[in-house]
Every structure is written in C-alpha cells, then in structure tokens.
C-alpha cells in the first residue's frame, strides 16, 4: 500500500442516507464490515465500509440510528454487493438489519471457479491482480474502540477500495469460463443457508462426540443443548461461556442428582451458577417418553461398506471432474459424505444433497451410480 485512500467518515443519519443515495446509482458496491467477538453469541458491529466506486465510506455503527436507507441498499435489486469470503459479514447483517445483500457476489467464489485459487485470502487475490502488498498490522483491531487511528481506518478502507478492481479483472477472467452461473447458484447458496435460523431443538448434534450416547442420554442432552442456545442467545454470550459441550456431554452420560457429582467435572463457578437448573434440565430430559428418545447417531465411518464406496466415489470423481476445476469445488469430502449418507438412509427425494442440485447435478448423477 503506497497511496492513502480518501475516505469519508459517516456517522450520522443525514451522511448514511447521502451515502447510500448515490451508492443507489451505480451497478455494483463493495461492501465489508470490522466486527468482535470475543465471549458475546452475536457479532459486535464495530464498522461498515462502502465503496461505490467514487467514495469509500466509513460508517459508523456506534453513533447512526436510523439504518432504514442502508437496509434499502442491502436490498436493492439493480445493485450489486461485493463480498469476499462474505460468511461472517453475512451472520452481521442478518443479526443487525435483519436484511442480507443482494444481489451478492462473493469475490473468493469467483476466484475459486475463474482458476486463480481456492479459498484464497484477500490479500493475495490483490497481490495476484494489482501487485500490491496490503498492510494487515491493523487486523486485530478492536473496532468498538473510538478513535480509530489513521492507520486502522486505511486499512478498513482498503478492503473495499481494492476489492473493486479487483471484482472488475475477475468478472473478465470468469466470463472466458462456462462456471458463471455456478458462481451465481453458490452465492445465492451463502443467502440461503444463511436465512436458515439455528434450531435450538437440534442443538445437541453439534456436540461431539454425541453418537457415543444411548436414546436415552440423548434425550437429556437434547434439553440441556436446547436450554444453552436459549440462555445464549438470550444474555449474548458464547455456547461456551454459558456451560461447555464436554460438560453437557458428561452431564448427559451420567445423569448426576446432586451438585456435588457436577463439581468433579466442572467448574466450580459454572456449578454456582448453573447447579440446581442443570440438575432440573436433567430430570425434565429423563421425563421424556421412550416415543420420544432423538435417534441414536451413527457415523458414517461406521457404516457398512464406508471406507470402499467413498474411495470409488473419489475415484469416479477423478475419471469425471472438468479439468478446468479444482476437484475440491465440484465435490468436497463433506458432500461425498452427504450422499452417501442420503444414499443408504433412504434417498428421500424431498431432502437432496447438494451433489444433487443446480450445477452439480449432471456429475452428482454419475456419483450415485457408483454407489
């Protein structure tokens, strides 16, 4: 970085709707937010950057209070937001404004399917494109803090000032492929998956080692989960900040009657807190009807014939993929894992796996014929 950028600082309503006004009248902006999250369970807004290709806007979240014309923004239509690597940006924006942008586009997707890279950072990307080294001393910025210095607010501006350029080459670069509407089906992928609220019900999948526990134990845990994601979401802290996993877990397991068993594996600031509900949590968990034990959960590892079809399915992978695509984009692990999980469970046509939608549907075919 061998130029200061100019930008405006924005913090007050009158400024954001200027702002946002001309952002309006152009075809594309490229957008990025500075954000903490340390022990809270929702993202502290710190900042919001803008580029609408003439001014480079800083916004200021702690000082505006009417969002109502950058919330127009996210959501008009005949403007493009650009991204990169866009999914935590995305979880502020559904929690903030309750609004995501779109139409997106997200510059690591078009890098991943253009052949420059995959999953490439930020950083090399314009380094790849415009030979420029970007200063990152100010990534661990404490955003909420005020004021910034010059040095922090260059390198929040410079997020979007070159991301810019650099969306402009990649269009070019992409548009000699036939991945454009790949691109298009995987970033309108990221809105999706992201209107997808958690589901405090479900909760006690995330936990490890869960498939190690009876029905039984499940049912327990699944009131414990759905008791922590409440009481997180409620006091805006970390899972892990309420009652870790491992002691859910443990809890689940032995099923303790009294605050005493809990302090052998907790501590003893979570068993003050917390003793007498868990061990409450834990007596509405054993109340469950057998009918209504979650399944137990199996891993795939374990299943039958596991190890054999995912090797042909990689090997099938490798005799059908196009040459101009990084195997890894066509299908990861995760998703042979999910159609042959889809596979041997039934095959329910309401529930598709990835593999077998949109752009990957014509190879995802080929994939299931193997199994």
Known sequence: ????????????????????????????????????RIRTYYPKLGLIQLF????????????????????????NQQVVKVLHACGEDLEVFQHRFKQLPTPLVDTQIMADFAGIGVSMGFAKLVAHYLQIELDKGASRTDWLA?????????????????????????????DVTRWQNAVE????????????????SKAYKDISNVWRLTSAQ????????????????????????????????????????????????????????????????VEQGKAVTKEDYPPTISRLVDEPGYKHSLKLLQQKLAEIRPLDLAPELLASKRQLNQLFSWFIRGQNPENLPELLKGWRKEFGTQLVQVL
């Open 185 to 200: 089906e995987e970033c309108q992928t990221l809105l999706e998956k992201r209107q997808n609220l958690p589901n405090s």
């Open 52 to 75: 609408d290709g003439e001014q480079v806007s800083l916004i200021d979240p702690t000082k505006i209070d009417d969002f109502a014309p950058f919330i127009e923004l996210l959501a």
């Open 218 to 281: 499940l049912a327990v845990l699944q009131v414990l989960a759905k008791w922590r994601m409440e009481e997180a979401e409620k006091r805006d802290l970390a899972l892990n900040f309420v009652v870790k996993g491992q002691n859910l877990f443990e809890i689940a397991k032995l099923q303790p009657k009294h605050t005493s068993q809990l302090l052998e594996f907790m501590h003893p600031n979570e068993v003050r807190i917390h003793g007498k509900k868990l061990l409450l949590l």
């Open 146 to 174: 005020r004021p910034l210095s010059e040095e922090q607010l260059q390198y929040a501006a410079a997020d979007v000032w070159y991301l810019l350029p650099v969306y402009q080459r990649l269009v070019v670069d992409l």
């Open 1 to 36: 970085m061998n130029q200061n950028i100019h930008y405006i600082w924005v913090d007050t309503n009158q400024k954001l709707a200027e702002v946002c006004q001309n952002a309006s009248q152009k075809p594309a902006v490229t957008l990025d937010t500075e954000f903490i």
